[in-house]
């Protein structure tokens, strides 16, 4: 197994080649410290991980970790599994600090530190959550917009707010806001989407004084107001009636980043190179992408590519096409992946004309050591015996899961070694049934019981009309290590971990500094 110094590693990164710099720790582990360009590739989701962020294995890939064996656990798998330029960077983070390089906390951490940068290169006007209360109350003209998910919206919101996730402003903004006197104050759950939504309106020359909720639905909450929970207020689906003006803006601002244009033919030519890494991702809204979309393309809204890339793209230098219906979605976006340092973005002008049929979509894993036995929801229900594995995330878990069941990590289930010997039926379950298929292997080496999958997941049970426990408190908070908690997902400490999480987002741009590879704004040509 080849092994490289954080000197060497620090070499790679700069160099302008393609890099794919994969953690192999849960993202709770992940997010405690790691380095800049680091992508999250837990070991124990692994098979799906690995598929998403590598669609080329050949690759440079560098596994690292904080120095406990997981990184040459990942790199053993990925050169069994066909990779031939994988290395492990020899002593993980604890070698990198040593050699003087930064770490850093949190996930998603170049998008977020772009965030920041954006708002000090452009002036992103902010208002803070008691005067945009005020404004409400008062009866001013301004349209509050969500940037986030429909999903993040509905669970909690700015009263009077309503759901537009960021790659759709810039597209819908004529249609929901006619008057330019309105004015329009974006939001989120913390700075980045605020930021980033309402420099997408100012950037597309849209004519309404447009501002950023400072610190979002966080800030609102610290400010002592309360937020709405529940709310479905959304944008109307399908094209806009102004959808030839927002086309008219996105272009004038994807020409001033450089966004290269190309057509369904150029697309199949880059695609089809094996030298280099392309991700093909359709930036439209989800249900537009499950009612159909080009076969090979990745589901990745505009907005939420932009503020989470490390999400979708793994590989560094390398080229991104944009797909969408009519090219405004996809030239935002590219725009701002070209001002994050993304050298090769492509819009690809007609790129849905040949779509799969609704709810298509990749081939299943394969499962290790063969098709895993499975038992139905049914049968499960009438068997006393079995003993639940539930290996949802850790928040999933809390929200919902199978009367009885124990939470797990795929490859921590040693934690239930001494209960799953004593079982006389172990029956794995995840959200999907996916996740459980792959752990078969690992849990059989923990018990001599019959080891099951649930068919089709906890979602065929509740299908089949049986109910799930709520349980917010376990796992506690210091277990969930599979996941980043956010502040609102936590149990104690709510309000410290809101300040925290502020307070991380404005030292990034200084921590940059000291980091030395990154350099935001529009890049020379590739």
């Given at each position: 197994?080849?092994?490289?110094?954080?000197?060497?590693?620090?070499?790679?990164?700069?160099?302008?080649?393609?890099?794919a710099?994969?953690?192999?720790?849960?993202?709770?582990?992940?997010?405690?410290?790691?380095?800049?360009?680091?992508?999250?590739?837990?070991l124990?989701?692994?098979e799906?991980r690995?598929?998403?962020l590598l669609?080329?294995l050949?690759?440079?890939?560098v596994?690292?970790?904080?120095?406990?064996?997981?990184?040459?656990?990942?790199?053993?798998?990925?050169?069994a599994?066909?990779?031939?330029?994988?290395?492990?960077?020899?002593?993980?983070t604890?070698?990198?600090?040593?050699?003087?390089?930064p770490?850093?906390?949190g996930?998603?951490?170049?998008?977020?530190?772009?965030?920041?940068?954006v708002?000090?290169?452009?002036?992103?006007?902010?208002?803070e959550a008691?005067?945009?209360?005020a404004?409400?109350?008062?009866?001013?003209d301004?349209?509050?917009?969500?940037?986030?998910?429909?999903?993040e919206?509905h669970?909690?919101?700015?009263?009077?707010?309503?759901s537009?996730?960021?790659?759709?402003l810039?597209?819908?903004i004529?249609?929901?806001?006619?008057?330019?006197?309105?004015?329009?104050v974006?939001?989120?759950?913390?700075?980045?989407?605020?930021?980033?939504?309402?420099?997408?309106?100012?950037?597309?020359?849209?004519?309404?004084?447009?501002?950023?909720l400072?610190?979002?639905?966080?800030?609102?909450?610290l400010?002592g107001?309360?937020?709405?929970h529940?709310?479905?207020?959304?944008?109307?689906?399908?094209p806009?009636?102004?959808a030839?003006?927002?086309?008219?803006?996105?272009?004038?601002?994807?020409?001033?980043?450089?966004?290269?244009?190309?057509?369904?033919?150029?697309?199949?030519?880059?695609e089809?190179?094996?030298?280099?890494?392309?991700?093909?991702?359709?930036?439209?809204?989800?249900?537009?992408?499950?009612?159909?979309?080009r076969?090979g393309?990745?589901?990745?809204?505009?907005?939420?590519?932009?503020?989470?890339?490390?999400?979708?793209?793994?590989?560094?230098?390398?080229?991104?096409?944009?797909?969408?219906?009519?090219?405004?979605?996809a030239?935002?976006?590219?725009?701002?992946l070209?001002?994050?340092?993304h050298?090769?973005?492509?819009?690809?002008?007609?790129?849905?004309?040949?779509?799969?049929?609704?709810?298509s979509?990749?081939?299943?894993?394969?499962?290790?050591?063969?098709?895993a036995?499975?038992?139905?929801?049914?049968?499960?229900?009438?068997?006393?015996?079995a003993?639940?594995?539930?290996?949802?995330?850790s928040?999933?878990?809390?929200?919902?899961h199978?009367?009885?069941?124990?939470w797990?990590?795929?490859?921590?289930?040693?934690?239930?070694?001494?209960?799953?010997?004593?079982?006389?039926?172990?029956?794995?379950?995840?959200p999907?049934?996916?996740?459980?298929?792959?752990?078969?292997?690992?849990?059989?080496t923990l018990?001599?019981?019959?080891?099951r999958?649930?068919?089709?997941g906890?979602a065929?049970?509740?299908?089949a009309?049986?109910?799930?426990?709520?349980?917010?408190?376990?796992?506690p908070?210091?277990?969930?290590?599979?996941?980043?908690?956010?502040?609102?997902?936590?149990?104690s400490?709510?309000?410290?971990a809101?300040?925290d999480?502020?307070?991380?987002?404005t030292?990034?741009?200084?921590?940059?500094?000291?980091e030395?590879?990154?350099a935001?704004?529009?890049?020379a040509?590739a």
């Open positions: 197994m080849t092994r490289i110094d954080a000197a060497t590693l620090r070499g790679w990164i700069a160099d302008g080649r393609e890099l710099l994969l953690d192999a720790r849960e993202e709770g582990e992940f997010a405690t410290s790691h380095l800049f360009w680091a992508v999250p590739c837990p124990s989701r692994r799906i690995a598929r998403a669609p080329r050949s690759t440079r890939i596994c690292v970790d904080a120095g406990h064996g997981l990184a040459e656990r990942l790199a053993g798998w990925l050169e599994i066909g990779a031939t330029g994988v290395a492990v960077l020899d002593g993980g604890r070698a990198w600090t040593a050699a003087g390089y770490l850093f906390a996930v998603n951490v170049p998008s977020r530190t772009f965030g920041g940068w708002a000090q290169h452009y002036g992103t006007e902010s208002v008691a005067a945009l209360k404004w409400l109350v008062g009866g001013r301004v349209a509050v917009l969500d940037s986030r998910t429909y999903d919206f669970r909690m919101s700015i009263p009077t707010s309503i537009v996730p960021g790659g759709e810039a597209y819908r004529a249609d929901l806001v006619p008057d330019p006197a309105t004015l329009i974006v939001t989120s759950a913390g700075r980045t989407r605020c930021i980033l939504g309402a420099e997408s309106l100012r950037r597309a020359g849209v004519p309404n004084r447009v501002m950023a400072r610190d979002g639905t966080i800030g609102w909450e400010a107001l309360k937020l709405a529940g709310r479905t207020e959304r944008f109307s689906p399908g806009p009636a102004s030839g003006l927002a086309l008219q803006r996105a272009r004038a601002f994807a020409d001033s980043c450089g966004v290269t244009v190309i057509g369904p033919d150029e697309l199949r030519r880059i089809a190179d094996a030298a280099r890494t392309c991700y093909v991702l359709d930036v439209r809204d989800p249900a537009e992408f499950a009612a159909g979309h076969p393309s990745v589901p990745a809204p505009g907005g939420q590519l932009v503020q989470a890339t490390d999400g979708w793209i793994g590989v560094r230098n390398a080229r991104l096409a944009l797909l969408d219906d009519d090219g405004v979605r030239r935002m976006t590219a725009a701002w070209r001002q994050m340092g050298r090769e973005v492509f819009v690809v002008d007609g790129g849905l004309e040949a779509v799969t049929a609704p709810g979509g990749p081939a299943a894993i394969p499962e290790p050591g063969g098709k036995e499975t038992i139905g929801a049914d049968t499960l229900a009438a068997a006393a015996d003993m639940v594995v539930d290996l949802a995330p928040i999933a878990f809390r929200e919902g199978i009367t009885g069941a124990m797990g990590v795929r490859t921590r289930l040693e934690a239930l070694r001494d209960k799953l010997a004593l079982a006389r039926l172990v029956v794995l379950t995840s999907d049934g996916g996740l459980a298929r792959l752990a078969v292997a690992e849990a059989k018990t001599r019981a019959p080891v999958v649930l068919e089709g906890t065929a049970w509740i299908r009309g049986y109910g799930l426990r709520h349980d917010r408190t376990t796992p908070d210091d277990a969930c290590i599979d996941v980043c908690l956010r502040p609102y997902d936590r149990n400490g709510v309000e410290a809101m300040r999480y502020l307070s991380g987002e030292d990034l741009l200084q921590a940059i500094e000291r030395g590879t990154v935001f704004g529009v890049p040509a």
